[in-house]
C-alpha cells in the first residue's frame, strides 16, 4: 500500500504540474457563481466544472490531480459522461475534500476546528471505489489580537493527523492543508512565526498517529504579509521566507510541497511560486493546488454562457500554463 501512496504523491508533483482546487463547497461556489451573476443550481455548478474539465490540452499538460467536491465526484457532465472520466481520460488524477467544514471553536473566540472525522473511514473506502486517488482536509487559522492560540493549532493539527491516518489506510493520499490566513495587518515576521508554529504541531501529530510522510503532500500557506499591513514584503522576501520556514519545519520525506493562494492575486500567486523554485533549495518539490488563482479569469471569462466556454477554457489554460513554468522557476512576468 505504501509504495501505491508514494507512487501516487509522486504523480501529483511530476515536474511542471500542480493541483487544480475545484472543491469549493457548495456555499464557496454560490458565492463564487454569484460574483458572476449566476444562480448557483447543480447545473450551473456541472456546467462551470465540465468547461474546466474539459480543458483537456491544460489538464494532460499541467495539472497531475484535481480535488473535488462530494456532489462533483459523483456527478456526470451534459452527456452522461462522468466527470470523474473526463478528467482521468486526460491522465489527471482525481482527488476528494473530505472534511466538512471549519466550525467555532469551543473555548476560543474568533478561531476555528476542521470537522468531518465521524464516519471518515467508511467515507473514504467509497470515495476510492468512486475513483478518488487522493484526498484533502483543510484547517484555518487566523492571526489577531492574541491569536491564534495554542488550543486552535494543537486541536486542528490532532485532526489533521487523524484524518492523514485514515485517508492512508484506505489507500488514499493524503494532502495535509493547514492554512494559517492572510487576513489583517500583521508583518511578514509574524505570518513567518505563527506558520512555523503550526508546521511544527502539524508533523509531530503526524508523527504521533504514524502517517508515512512518503505518501503525503504539504498544502501550506506562503510566508506573506498580511492582506492590510501597511508596508508589504515583496516577491522575493516571500520567497526565501517561505523557504526558509518550511526547511525548519517539513521533514525531507513529504513527497511535495503544493501551495494554496489563499486570497493572492493570480500573477502574485505564479511570482511567488516561480521566485521560489528559482532558489532552488529545498528537498521537496514546490509546485502548485490552486484554487481562485487558477479560476478566477476562466469564471469570469465564462459568465454563465454557453458561447464563452472556448475563450474561458483558453483564459484557464493560460494560468495553468504560468504556474507550470512557475513550478519550474521559469517563469516571468
Ligand atoms: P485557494 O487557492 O483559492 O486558496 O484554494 C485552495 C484550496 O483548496 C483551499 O482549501
Redesign the pocket.
Known amino acids: 500500500m505504501t509504495g501505491k501512496l508514494q507512487d501516487t504523491a509522486h504523480a501529483m508533483v511530476a515536474p511542471g504540474k500542480g493541483i487544480l482546487?475545484a472543491?469549493e463547497s457548495t456555499s464557496t461556489i454560490k458565492k463564487r457563481l454569484a460574483s458572476i451573476g449566476v444562480e448557483s443550481t447543480e447545473e450551473a455548478r456541472r456546467d462551470y466544472r465540465e468547461m474546466l474539465f474539459r480543458s483537456h490540452d491544460a489538464l494532460s499538460n499541467y495539472i497531475s490531480g484535481v480535488?473535488l467536491y462530494d456532489e462533483t465526484l459523483r456527478q456526470k457532465a451534459a452527456d452522461g459522461t462522468p466527470m470523474v472520466e473526463i478528467i482521468a481520460s486526460a491522465g489527471t488524477i482525481p482527488g476528494i475534500?473530505v472534511d466538512t467544514g471549519a466550525k467555532p471553536l469551543a473555548g476560543c473566540p474568533g478561531e476555528k476546528v476542521t470537522e468531518g472525522l465521524d464516519g471518515l473511514r467508511e467515507r473514504c473506502t467509497q470515495y476510492y471505489e468512486l475513483g478518488a486517488r487522493f484526498t484533502?482536509w483543510?484547517a484555518v487559522i487566523a492571526i489577531g489580537e492574541g491569536l491564534p492560540s495554542r488550543t486552535c493549532i494543537h486541536t486542528n493539527a490532532h485532526a489533521l493527523a487523524r484524518y492523514a491516518a485514515l485517508a492512508q489506510e484506505a489507500g488514499l493520499v493524503p494532502i495535509v492543508?493547514p492554512?494559517v490566513l492572510m487576513d489583517g495587518p500583521h508583518t511578514i515576521e509574524r505570518c513567518f512565526e505563527v506558520t512555523e508554529a503550526v508546521l511544527n504541531a502539524v508533523y509531530d501529530e503526524l508523527y504521533a498517529q504514524r502517517v508515512v510522510l512518503e505518501g503525503t503532500l504539504l498544502?501550506p500557506n506562503m510566508v506573506l504579509s498580511g492582506t492590510e499591513c501597511p508596508d508589504r514584503a515583496g516577491v522575493e522576501q516571500v520567497a526565501e521566507a517561505t523557504v526558509t520556514c518550511l526547511k525548519r519545519t517539513v521533514p525531507a520525506a513529504v513527497a511535495g510541497v503544493v501551495?494554496?493562494?489563499?486570497?493572492q492575486s493570480d500573477e502574485e500567486?505564479t511570482a511567488h511560486l516561480s521566485a521560489m523554485n528559482a532558489l532552488h533549495d529545498t528537498p521537496w518539490p514546490l509546485s502548485f493546488?490552486?484554487?481562485?488563482?487558477?479560476?478566477a479569469a476562466a469564471l469570469h471569462g465564462w459568465g454563465g454562457k454557453a458561447e464563452n466556454v472556448a475563450s474561458a477554457q483558453a483564459a484557464f489554460a493560460h494560468r495553468a500554463r504560468m504556474n507550470s513554468l512557475a513550478a519550474d522557476g521559469r517563469w516571468s512576468a
Open positions: 482546487a472543491d480535488i475534500k484533502k483543510r492543508e492554512e498544502k501551495f494554496l493562494s489563499g486570497g500567486a493546488s490552486y484554487g481562485r488563482a487558477l479560476q
